[in-house]
């Protein structure tokens, strides 16, 4: 296998070369940072006019062109700054141009809904990519106050929620456990707190998210669906920062700042909730009354924290951390019950610029997710156990060929350890004790290389392959994995584009439902249990219109999805020694057609979003081997967000969402026996397909007003947001009630009931940041 990718390398750089000609042009590179602070700026644009010539900032904040000798005009752009043109001489030699832009003097600029430009949308040649920094999620409203970039990024088109509250991301047809999710390079297994409700990113510890529906770049592989790349911020370059806010459920404090100007600095943020602090409060006070059923104890925290050292010009190293843990317990006379889990992650990067032409990043990383379950019931304890861990070593490479081809190839390999429903149940006497699980060991690996090939100012090309591979249990298993996409500009306002991309996944999520919930088993692929395999074909167009203010984009595409996993009827999926025979494999597909408009300029801003689409999976065991609708198939999503400033000081921001029911399965009639003679009936019902019916339609207002004060020092706001704001109670579940004759006690039917979750939440925030 590494033969014939050696072979297709080698291949590859040279059909390049003979398609273009290498051109004598000399390489110009260097770091575009914020003034105010030295932060680098993600997906800064920087161009040549004149020569049609540009790039985009990479996640350091990092530029290369390839020039021809002479002199040019040098241009910067980058939303909430202004552009910065300056002339530059390029000679014979390499050389490093750092770029510094001032931010507007407007800060409510930044009410602007996008991370760059909409001719870069236009012009760029990856789709189906959208884009959100912190500073934009902070305006919209919120579920309880509690800003959430995964919240947020539900808003976009083809992006849909797994139903009330819920933060996770279902994309394109694909479940939660198929979205590959980063934090600055290093995989986070389950990004939610709360059972599903919050994620688990910090705001104010993150600068830049980039989440891919599809279009892979090759250098992202091991999910089917998705990859959101969250990326950290780098700490304030030329003072100390704190930022912060109290929230109507938790607080979060962040520090930044120098340690050693232009050389080192930190980031740390932490959060927290506090409602546990009431709740044990309020069962204290009530602990003499019997009648009185204690409230469940909750409460989630998480920490994030930052190194970066420059030790040279030519090079960066950074260390970056993440802790988090959700705690719910509830504690009576008779019953004792309590069930934390969460995320660790830490990863060590260094990169190295050789010269203008060729950077490298390579990390070390380290992750992992566990849950644990524990319960007392009289004199029987049980403990349930589940966790994987990772460790990761990853190599990147950006080598800038000419002013045509920008060559990214790498290479990863990961070492898994799974421990999978590890139960341990026994009694105080020690006369019970009994303990079951398996653990598995698996290491995965993966190598690529890709080329965005500039063929003229119409066409741009980006295409590329990956080899992945997985080992376990004595099984190997290999695939090639193309990736490509091509833009074409049709005028400097419209561009037509269409991609291709093949994924693998090889580890799977053991739930027993398709929400993000905490109790999930991750599970390795082994000589029963194969990968999974997607491809997806997407096309779409792009209008730049009215002097650039607005942009509308219309894609459609089409997604098979092999091997997908689902399982057995009355399968055990917690306490079971051969997991693996409990599941069962079949095929999905999902396609469907997004239309965006997106609005930048003008005291108004926003977007709408409307997706039309059908997601479906086919099992021979399941529904007579007919295929049927997803939980998660939604016929018609459709988001409206909005933003107006009234002033300096006072802007307005609305959402509105609506959505076709998810669809579930109900018994449509029930059959009744009788074991003894006399006694009530039993009543077993009777289903027919699967996901046969809907839930009632979803739609929800949720308003907010932010308010910037005037503090002696730095800046501050309150924000007021009104979740749900007409108060419509949206379905959550429906459940069975049985309905008796209440004179001879009989049987006499059964009523549908619905369960909601939320009514109308007012909240108030303060944030500061100074």
């Known amino acids: ?10 291949f590859f750089v040279l059909i390049s070369l003979s398609l273009t000609g290498y051109s004598q042009n000399f390489g110009v590179s260097g770091i575009v940072r914020s003034a105010a602070d030295n932060e680098a700026l993600i997906g800064a644009t920087v161009s040549v006019p004149q020569l049609r010539i540009g790039t985009t900032t990479d996640a350091k904040g990092f530029y290369s062109l390839s020039l021809p000798a002479g002199t040019h005009e040098l241009q910067t752009t980058y939303i ?26 407007n800060q409510l600029r930044e009410v602007v809904i996008e991370g760059n430009s909409l001719q870069r949308k236009l012009t ?37 929620s797994g139903g009330e509250g819920s933060s996770g991301l279902y994309v394109r047809g694909g479940g939660p456990d198929q979205n590959l999710v980063l934090l600055d390079d290093a995989v986070i297994y389950n990004p939610s707190h709360l059972f599903g409700f919050f994620s688990v990113f910090n705001p104010d510890a993150v600068r830049n998210v980039e989440l891919y529906k599809g279009g892979f770049p090759a250098q992202f592989g091991g999910r089917l669906s998705s990859v959101l790349d969250v990326r950290m911020n780098q700490g304030n370059n030329e003072k100390l920062r704190t930022s912060g806010g109290i929230g109507l459920i938790s607080s979060r404090l962040s520090l930044d700042g120098p340690i050693v100007k232009d050389k080192l600095t930190f980031l740390v943020s932490g959060r927290r909730t506090y409602v546990d602090t009431f709740t044990r409060v309020l069962n204290k006070m009530n602990e003499d009354n019997k009648e009185y059923s204690p409230i469940p104890d909750y409460y989630f925290y998480d920490f994030n924290a930052r190194l970066n050292y420059k030790p040279t010009p030519n090079d960066e190293i950074t260390l970056s951390g993440y802790f988090g843990r959700d705690f719910f317990t509830f504690d009576d006379a008779d019953f004792n019950f309590s069930f934390d889990w969460g995320n660790t992650m830490g990863v060590l990067n260094w990169r190295h610029d050789y010269n203008s032409r060729l950077v490298s990043n390579t990390s070390v990383s380290a992750t992992g997710y566990q849950y644990n379950i524990q319960n007392q019931i009289d004199v029987f304890s049980f403990n349930l156990l589940s966790d994987v861990k990772d460790i990761t070593l990853k190599t990147d490479y950006i080598w800038t060929l000419n002013d045509k081809h920008s060559i990214k190839f790498g290479a990863q390999a990961t070492d898994h350890r799974f421990t999978v429903g590890r139960l341990n149940f026994k009694s105080d006497d020690a006369n019970q004790n009994f303990s079951a699980g398996n653990n598995y060991k698996a290491s995965e690996f993966g190598a690529y290389i890709s080329d965005d090939f500039t063929v003229n100012p ?5 295409y590329g392959l990956r080899v992945s ?64 395999r997607s491809q997806q074909v997407a096309a779409g167009i792009s209008h730049l219109f009215g002097d650039g203010k607005y942009l509308v984009t219309n894609e459609t595409y089409y997604k098979w999805m092999h091997r997908q996993i689902d399982f057995r009827d009355g399968a055990n999926l917690f306490v079971n020694d ?24 003008g005291r108004t801003t926003g977007w709408i979003g409307y997706t039309l689409s059908w997601t479906y999976r086919q099992f021979d065991e399941i529904n007579e081997g007919r295929r049927f609708p997803t939980r998660y198939d939604r016929r018609h999503d459709m988001s409206l967000v909005l933003l107006h400033k009234l002033n300096k000081r006072l802007s307005l921001t609305g959402a509105f969402v609506y959505g076709t029911g998810n669809a579930f399965s109900l018994p449509v009639a029930r059959f009744a026996f009788q074991d003894v003679q006399g006694e009530e009936p ?89």
């Not at 296998?1 to 080698?10: A, G, N, P, Q, V």
């Not at 057609?593 to 300029?601: A, D, P, V």
Request: hydrophobic share 40%.
């Open 124 to 160: 760029d040649n990856r789709m189906s990519v959208e884009q959100l920094s912190s500073v934009e999620a902070k305006l919209l409203p919120a579920l309880f106050g509690e800003v959430d970039l995964i919240k947020t990024l539900q808003l976009k088109p083809g992006v849909q």
């Open 578 to 601: 051969s997991l693996e025979n409990e599941f069962l494999f079949g095929k999905g597909e999902s396609y469907g057609n997004e239309i965006y408009f997106e609005k930048i300029k």
């Open 682 to 770: 039993s009543y077993v019902p009777i289903y027919e397909d699967r996901n046969s019916f809907r839930l009632d339609a979803f739609h929800r207002l949720d308003l907010g007003v932010v308010w910037k004060l005037k503090p002696k020092r730095g800046e501050a706001d309150l924000t007021f947001n009104a979740y749900n704001a007409y108060n419509r109670r949206n379905p959550y579940f429906v459940y069975f009630e049985q309905l008796k004759d209440e004179e001879e006690n009989q049987t006499i039917g059964f009523r549908a009931k619905q369960v909601s979750l939320f009514p109308v939440i007012p909240s108030v925030t303060y944030n500061f940041r100074f």
């Open 469 to 532: 591979g997985f080992n376990s249990q004595g099984k190997t298993y290999a695939a090639l994995e193309p990736r490509a996409a091509a833009r074409y500009s049709l005028s400097d306002k419209t561009s037509v584009k269409a991609s291709y991309a093949s994924m693998m996944q090889y580890i799977h999520l053991v739930a027993n439902s398709g929400a993000s919930l905490p109790t999930d088993i991750w599970f390795p692929s082994t000589p029963r249990v194969k990968p999974q």
């Open 80 to 105: 909430g700054f202004l552009p910065a043109t300056q002339t530059i001489t390029v000679t014979t030699s390499a050389q490093t141009i750092n770029i510094s832009l001032q931010a507007t003097e």
């Open 458 to 462: 119409l066409l741009s090309l980006n």
């Open 1 to 10: 296998m590494l033969f014939y990718f050696c072979r297709f390398f080698l």
